[in-house]
């Protein structure tokens, strides 16, 4: 009875994130900057979309690079949006992202610092 309810809410769950999915590729391909060209000189909301083509559609340029998908830039297209111009330095981006590296610290700092790294000991040993 709870596995059956569980598996409900699973495909539940899988059919709001498909449809998601398809909203957003519906919205993407409504912004004529998104849109890519296609080897007959063809432009629209599907052009760009094969290796083939001269300018690949915004979603498809990003996808290019391993490890993102489709999906993947397309979620980072709705973030971000399709124009750099609000973010002045490619710093300013990773800043807005997040992923900039931080110092935080509480307390204060006790003990000789970091510790040695690795090739440090190994050339020790190997003096020896």
């Given at each position: 009875?709870?596995?059956?309810a569980l598996?409900?809410?699973?495909?539940?769950?899988?059919?709001?994130?498909?449809?998601?999915?398809?909203?957003?590729?519906?919205a993407?391909a409504?912004?004529?900057?998104?849109?890519?060209?296609d080897?007959?000189?063809?432009t629209g909301?599907q052009?760009?979309?094969?290796?083939?083509s001269?300018?690949?559609a915004?979603?498809h340029?990003?996808?290019e690079?391993?490890?993102i998908?489709v999906?993947?830039?397309i979620?980072?297209?709705a973030?971000?949006?399709?124009?750099?111009a609000v973010?002045p330095?490619?710093?300013h981006l990773v800043?807005?992202?997040?992923?900039c590296?931080?110092?935080?610290?509480s307390g204060?700092r006790r003990?000789?610092?970091?510790?040695?790294?690795l090739?440090?000991?190994?050339a020790?040993?190997m003096?020896?």
């Open positions: 009875m709870i596995a059956q598996l409900s809410q699973i495909a539940f769950l899988d059919q709001q994130i498909s449809q998601m999915v398809h909203q957003a590729i519906a993407l409504e912004v004529r900057e998104s849109w890519g060209v080897a007959t000189g063809d909301p052009a760009g979309t094969s290796p083939d001269p300018i690949l915004a979603a340029r990003p996808a690079i391993p490890g998908s999906w993947l830039a979620v980072i297209i973030e971000i949006g399709l124009t750099m973010f330095t490619p710093a800043s807005w992202m997040g992923l590296r931080s110092a935080s610290q204060t003990g000789k610092g970091h510790p040695p790294c090739a440090a000991v190994r020790r040993q003096e020896r």
